[in-house]
């Protein structure tokens, strides 16, 4: 799924047919920009909107068989002409400028008119005596926003007994010491939807001349949490260590 809707930004001046996507001209209107009132939007305005829970960046969207304008890209802004394929752009259309608004809204201007900002060059579009319908392919999709996740180990007491985390390597983290003598660690899980992200590998174990009684046991049910296992032992079988590796689902 894309996890995003289109929407058409509509002005006061646009005769909206049947739909938002639709308008009504006549034969030899001709599309204008920056002109209040126009009959024939030379600037058409979409907007895509990340579904709650995702997000949307310009870096992830692009129109096939198409190509930037001479004018320079930038982070969060794209312009884009037809390749000359006329397969990304239809006739009529002269380019197409993508922006970043915010992290769940990216504009999408379509333009019939030429315009010096963006590079967009060509004729102006005028309407002709029958129906036009214009498609343009749009590539892209949502991403989900990152999740996060927050451990809080307390030190134990007993005599002979150590503890470390390793965190994931991939995992931006922080791990400093708390207050009340216990490890806080703090990390952002990468976005992969629907993936078990391993997150920390957690180990509990003695000391020389110490060994345990039973095994240490952690339960980990919590948010999509899960967590697996595995132990070491002495020559006697008795348990030395265990290291509990703990994942999310996001």
């Known amino acids: 799924m894309p996890n995003f809707t289109i929407t058409r930004e509509v002005v006061q001046a646009d005769s909206i047919g049947c739909h938002d996507f639709q ?4 034969e030899g209107d001709m599309a204008t920009i920056n002109t209040p009132g126009a009959t024939l939007d030379g600037d ?13 960046d310009v870096l992830y969207f692009d129109i096939p068989n198409t190509q930037p304008t001479s004018v320079a890209q930038s982070t969060g802004y794209k312009t884009r002409e037809d390749d000359g394929s006329h ?6 259309v002269l380019g197409v400028v993508i922006e970043q608004v915010n992290s769940t809204r990216i504009k999408f201007t379509i333009f019939l008119h030429p315009s010096t900002t963006h590079g967009i060059t060509g004729s102006v579009f005028v309407m002709p005596s029958s129906n036009v319908n214009i498609s343009i392919p749009i590539e ?3 991403r989900a926003i990152n999740k996060t996740a927050s451990f809080r180990f307390s030190t134990p007491q007993e005599e002979g007994v150590e503890t470390s985390a390793e965190i994931a390597q991939e995992l931006e983290n922080s791990l400093a010491d708390d207050t009340s003598g216990g490890e806080v660690i703090d990390v952002t899980l990468p976005v992969r939807e629907n993936e078990n992200n391993e997150i920390i590998n957690y180990t509990v174990e ?3 001349g110490y060994e345990f009684v ?4 952690l339960s980990v049910s ?3 949490y ?5 132990t070491k032992t002495n020559s006697t079988g008795k348990v030395t260590s265990t290291t509990f590796k703990i994942s999310k689902t996001v």
């Open 23 to 26: 308008t009504t001209q006549l």
């Open 44 to 56: 058409i305005v979409w907007y895509i909107d990340a579904n709650p829970g995702y997000v949307v």
């Open 87 to 92: 397969l990304g752009l239809p006739n009529g």
């Open 140 to 142: 892209g999709c949502a």
């Open 206 to 208: 003695v000391i020389d």
């Open 214 to 217: 039973s095994a240490p046991v």
């Open 222 to 224: 919590t948010g999509g």
């Open 226 to 230: 899960s967590s697996t296992s595995t």
